[in-house]
């Protein structure tokens, strides 16, 4: 029983230092967005990472048709009309 006597006290201690610590991270913003640090993460922030040789223009890459020839020339046989 004496156990008792010293255990209520020190959980009243304890939960009002919980409920303190809760009301001052609510009133700090802690919990404002939590969902914009997991979508940040997928965007690609690291262009001054890449070194400078590694780089590709991006010119480059939106001259260039979708089926990879840069001229642009047609290699497949027969009509447009065949291939639906």
């Known amino acids: 029983m004496e156990i008792v006597m010293l255990l209520v006290p020190l959980m009243l201690v304890l939960v009002t230092i919980g409920i303190f610590l809760f009301s001052w991270a609510v009133k700090s913003g802690q919990y404002d967005d939590l969902e914009g640090p997991a979508h940040r993460i ?11 040789e590694a780089r590709v223009d991006k010119r ?25």
Do not use: F, V
Request: net charge negative; proline share 11%; charged share 40%.
């Open 42 to 52: 997928l965007y690609d922030d690291d262009e001054d990472m890449i070194p400078a």
């Open 60 to 84: 480059q890459q939106t001259d260039t048709p979708p089926d990879g020839d840069p001229e642009g020339k047609d290699t497949g046989s027969g009509d447009k009309a065949d291939r639906s």
